[in-house]
């Protein structure tokens, strides 16, 4: 294959939020400390994707994904323990499925942003970059309840 990939700078915010949003609860940063540590060292300006850059990223877009989130959290929280099934509690998904829905439930809490069905399919190229098992399955699932609760207007 020739020439380089076309650039998605939406979908790179996008991953980078997820990423932030998985840092963030490991390390126990707030999300100003990571968003400030992703800016300063891993979007935007530089050429290539190496130690975990993301050229592409609009850093406006990345950070209100990352802000909301955080913001929302408790209700994003109680909304995708609702959205999953009774023997999966929020705390048993795995770490960046748990990161990639919440950043996904805070831009569609924010109904001035991009339309339900694109955040929706947005994601799912997300997570089907990070995770191959069920969680696509899981995450569409779990994408369209929380959808048609924040944005039933768009369904």
């Known amino acids: 294959m020739t020439g380089t990939p076309k650039a998605r700078p939406r979908t790179a915010s996008r991953v ?3 990423q932030a949003l998985f840092q963030s609860e490991q390390a126990g940063d707030g999300a100003e400390t990571v968003i400030d540590q992703f800016v300063r060292h891993r979007l935007g ?19 209100a994904i990352v802000r909301g989130a955080v913001r929302q959290q408790d209700t994003i929280d109680a909304m ?7 023997d999966w509690p929020l705390a048993r998904i795995d770490p960046v499925l748990r990161a990639l829905l919440r950043a996904a439930g805070g ?18 190229d ?14 569409n699932a779990v994408l ?6 924040l944005r039933a207007e768009e369904f």
Request: aromatic share 6%; glycine share 12%.
């Open 45 to 63: 300006g530089m050429e290539g994707f190496e130690d975990g850059r993301i050229p592409d990223a609009e850093v406006p877009l990345f950070a």
């Open 107 to 124: 831009e569609l809490a924010n109904t001035g942003g991009a339309p339900a069905k694109v955040i929706i399919n947005e994601y799912l």
């Open 80 to 86: 995708l323990s609702e959205s999953l099934p009774a």
């Open 126 to 139: 997300v997570v089907r970059g990070f995770l191959t098992g069920p969680e696509p399955g899981i995450a």
């Open 144 to 149: 369209d309840r929380m959808a048609r609760l």
């Open 16 to 18: 980078a939020a997820v």
